[in-house]
């Protein structure tokens, strides 16, 4: 009985899931109304496709430091974090492990360098290290950024599109772009990083706000375009709009504009412009990173918003141009 109970809830769940109405359903609706009041074809929005993401490979290092090396350690802090990576050789590390090993190897040699214990070989040794280390440290946060699957994922297409209000998630994701922002900033100075702040971050990325504002920007974007495309067909001075006529028709076309455009898409299009150039302001230490060693940035925020707002733009313009010679104002 309480396996049929639990089954029934998954399905109630699942249906609800599957009949949630997202936002580009709604633009859907206004172009399907406009076609009806207007007796013009839907052009439908062209299909999305995931953009390929270049990644950044795991930097290899040229020193190793030996089990003896690490026994003549006993008096650094440096040397339980040694023995645990040498441990993890041959296993499935995580980039993020890797990561922090860095920041952690390189905020705590040089305080086993300079100990009076250490021997000079060994204090060579780890010299070597911490240069080579100090190195490779922004391309260990250019392999997590682009290899993680957290982060891998962040600029991939998903079902799920960011509902007009959004949740808490917002907040969170913010939070956590920003730590990850604040590891960028302090690249070159890792003795800032509080690198145990990375593994949280990357839950709640995993959670992929990220994905759905992109998947979200890009539908609108091809909804704004593919809408703007279907109006361009109604013929206006010799129809809808011609001289003499009542504009009946017009008035019906245009509350279709004012009830589905100036009512819910132009505002849901606000907010994610809005969401989308905080997420820019934080992701920017980011993305300066990626810049500096040529890599693309994997989310290409800027490059989406103003795509949107391009389309956007235009479908406004094509509105203007109707109530201009049409000669009527929207409702």
């Known amino acids: 009985m309480k396996l049929a109970k639990h089954i029934l809830s998954l399905i109630i769940i699942l249906l609800v899931t599957a009949c949630s109405k997202q936002p580009s359903d709604t633009f859907a609706d206004y172009q399907s109304r406009l076609a009806s009041a207007s007796d013009i074809e839907v052009v ?32 650094c802090k440096i040397t339980n974090l040694i023995a645990a990576q040498n441990n993890q050789l041959g296993k499935v590390s995580y ?55 957290e ?50 971050a990357l839950k709640t990325l995993s959670h992929r706000f990220i994905s759905s504002l992109l998947t979200s920007l890009r539908k609108q974007t091809q909804f704004n375009t593919a809408a703007t495309l279907q109006m361009k067909n109604l013929k206006l001075e010799e129809g809808v709009c011609r001289k003499g006529s009542n504009r009946k028709q017009a008035h019906i076309i245009s509350n279709v504009f004012s009830k589905y455009y100036l009512n819910d898409i132009q505002p849901y299009q606000a907010m994610l412009t809005s969401i989308t150039q905080q997420l820019i302001r934080d992701w920017q230490p980011i993305q300066i990173v990626f810049e500096k060693h040529g890599i693309s940035d994997p989310l290409m925020l800027q490059s989406h918003l103003d795509e949107l707002k391009a389309s956007a733009k235009a479908h406004v313009i094509w509105w203007q141009n109707f109530y201009k010679l049409c000669e009527i104002t929207p409702s």
């Open 44 to 75: 439908k929005p062209q299909p999305l496709h995931n953009i390929d993401i270049q990644t950044v490979s795991q930097p290899q290092s040229e020193l190793s430091i030996s089990i003896l090396d690490i026994a003549q350690t006993g008096h």
């Open 151 to 200: 982060l891998a994922s962040l600029g991939l297409l998903t079902t799920s599109e960011i509902p007009p209000e959004p949740t808490a998630l917002m907040g969170d994701t913010l939070a956590a772009v920003n730590i990850l922002a604040d590891v960028a900033v302090n690249i070159n100075d890792p003795d800032q990083i509080a690198a145990t702040t990375i593994t949280p």
């Open 95 to 149: 980039p993020s492990e890797r990561l922090k090993y860095t920041i952690e190897f390189l905020q705590h040699a040089p305080d086993c360098i300079t100990h009076p214990k250490t021997k000079k070989e060994l204090s060579q040794i780890l010299t070597q290290a911490l240069a080579e280390k100090r190195t490779q440290l922004p391309l260990f946060f250019l392999h997590m950024m682009t290899n993680e699957k």
